[in-house]
């Protein structure tokens, strides 16, 4: 008897612009090679008028879901049927999921921060201080609070954006937050357990940008994350180290909300140095 045979792949992707360098299509092909799944991650160039019929063709395909990047992160809500709860309190999704026939939006930003912070630290109880107030530090605030931190001190040169972060996390989560107006360089409070840059300065091409800070204020046992996957050492990193304290470069958080996404749509754990290293071999 022959067996039978099975062309139909599952199907899943990104839709953003620019969608050129993205990373996670070559990390999330990569675990589907390892893992061996008939899955397929296709990268889209999508632009801000074609997101409604990206969706549809999503949905249309039978595709298992897909990301959401710049400038979809907000827009895509008013294309999909639901919201999980931590993403209704960032007001973003990045990652939307085929459920019963229902899209469903997440957000894995912040849940990837969170997972790679454990590596090193519980955030429990812990002071932060995160600089920015973007979608990156919406994700990453909402998420450590939700996960217990003590209190978040937002640093951003725009001190509407700020404020609106601060009221955010004092509102929804049961986090401390407070604004510090970016205009100086930034001392660094004693008593700050983790540092966390939620800004572009310091990504590719600009790679020898350096946060606004006081470098003396950096000391151990601080650590100190940086979201930015290219370069993985910032300058930030760089002078953390220097110091004493310890470091989390942005590849941790990429990977894992990227384990995080394929989970959801194939119901497999993917492995997770499998996804890293083909990141550090692009990056090297």
Not at 52 to 65: K, L, P
Not at 105 to 126: H, I, M, W, Y
Request: glycine share 8%; with cysteine.
């Amino acid at each position: 008897m022959s067996q039978a045979l099975n062309f139909l792949s599952l199907l899943t992707g990104s839709f953003a612009s620019p969608a050129a360098e993205n990373p996670t299509v070559a990390m999330i092909e990569a675990a589907y090679r390892h893992h061996k799944l008939d899955a397929r991650y296709i990268n889209c160039e999508v632009g801000q008028n074609g997101l409604g019929d990206a969706v549809r063709g999503a949905r249309a395909m039978g595709w298992a879901g897909f990301n959401c990047s710049i400038p979809h992160k907000v827009a895509v809500i008013a294309h999909i049927d639901n919201v999980a709860d931590s993403a209704i309190i960032i007001g973003a999704v990045n990652c939307v999921v085929s459920r019963n026939g229902l899209l469903v939006g997440e957000n894995t930003d912040g849940q990837g921060f969170v997972t790679s912070l454990r590596t090193v630290a519980d955030p429990q109880g812990k002071a932060f201080v995160m600089f920015g107030a973007g979608g990156a530090a919406r994700a990453i605030g909402v998420e450590a609070a939700l996960a217990g931190a003590a209190s978040i001190t937002v640093v951003n040169r725009d001190p509407k954006r700020g404020a609106e972060l601060v009221a955010l996390l004092e509102d929804k989560t049961p986090a401390k937050a407070e604004l510090v107006v970016w205009d100086q360089p930034y001392r660094i409070p004693e008593q700050t357990d983790i540092v966390v840059n939620a800004t572009s300065i310091g990504l590719f091409p600009d790679v020898d940008r350096r946060l606004a800070v006081v470098p003396e204020s950096l000391r151990p046992p601080m650590i100190v994350a940086d979201v930015i996957p290219n370069p993985p050492r910032t300058a930030l990193l760089h002078d953390a180290e220097a110091r004493g304290c310890v470091t989390l470069d942005g590849l941790g958080m990429l990977v894992n909300q990227g384990v995080i996404s394929v989970e959801h749509w194939t119901g497999i754990v993917p492995d997770a140095e499998v996804m890293r290293e083909t990141l550090q071999h692009l990056f090297s």
